[in-house]
């Protein structure tokens, strides 16, 4: 697991102060029906960004709070990581995409029938969204309606 | 993440989070949450191992399955 440590002294400090969000209460949903027969769609953190699509903007202050839509079909070696944050090693994202947007690997779950399917798009966020204002209010909405009229059942989040 | 997967959760969409720092998700307290023994930026272990890949993913995906847990679960990753 990661640990405090592995940041520089000002992460930690920042991480130490930072008043984070308390989500109170704790929403929760079970799965309605079997993986086998669930749409599952993925977001993954690490500002991934496909073909044609703008980079995310490393000089907004408190964090660029955009999403971007990644295509079900997407070639992961077409993506292209613009995380600004120096917190932590990019070469394992540059080695393997999948590390961060495991799209190859759900594919071949869905082929060996764990999971259903996968859904027609998937969403990439760059965190470190240190001020979520806008972030929690317009853009968290939009997204969960993309899925929400997408028909997804379930979700894999992955941070960096 | 934590924040999207609420208001996924909030629509009736299932969700899980891969978590690399702990005190982070016990404070934030995401709906479901795999601690992972992993570095920042290495979220699914080592790059090009899909192995290991599929084994963090499948530990992820038996927490959506797992109707004995509740709100918040906070599930350490117990593979390597």
């Given at each position: 697991m990661g640990e405090m440590s592995d940041f520089p002294l000002s992460t930690r400090l920042f991480l130490k102060a930072y008043r984070w969000r308390r989500i109170d209460p704790v929403p929760w949903t079970l799965l309605s029906k079997p993986l086998a027969e669930c749409r599952l769609g993925l977001i993954s953190s690490a500002g991934f960004v496909g073909p044609g699509d703008a980079p995310f903007d490393r000089s907004v202050r408190g964090g660029d709070p955009s999403f971007r839509v990644i295509p079900g079909?997407?070639?992961?070696?077409?993506l292209r990581e613009h995380h600004r944050s120096e917190s932590f090693d990019h070469q394992g994202l540059a080695a393997d995409p999948n590390l961060g947007f495991p799209i190859d690997r759900l594919r071949e779950l869905v082929n060996h029938g764990r999971i259903g399917s996968l859904n027609v798009r998937h969403l990439s966020f760059m965190g470190s969204i240190t001020a979520p204002g806008r972030f929690q209010r317009d853009v968290v909405p939009e997204a969960a309606r993309l899925f929400e009229g997408d028909g997804v059942d379930a979700v894999l989040l992955v941070p960096v | 993440m934590s924040l999207v997967a609420a208001e996924l959760e909030r629509r009736g969409i299932a969700t899980v989070v891969i978590n690399l720092l702990r005190v982070v998700a016990e404070r934030v307290r995401p709906p479901r949450a795999l601690f992972v023994p992993f570095q920042h930026g290495y979220p699914l272990g080592r790059p090009n191992d899909p192995r290991q890949q599929h084994a963090v993913i499948e530990a992820a995906l038996r927490l959506l399955e797992d109707?004995?847990?509740?709100?918040?679960?906070l599930v350490d990753y117990d593979g390597s």
């Open positions: 079909d997407i070639d992961v070696s077409q | 109707e004995a847990l509740a709100p918040p679960a």
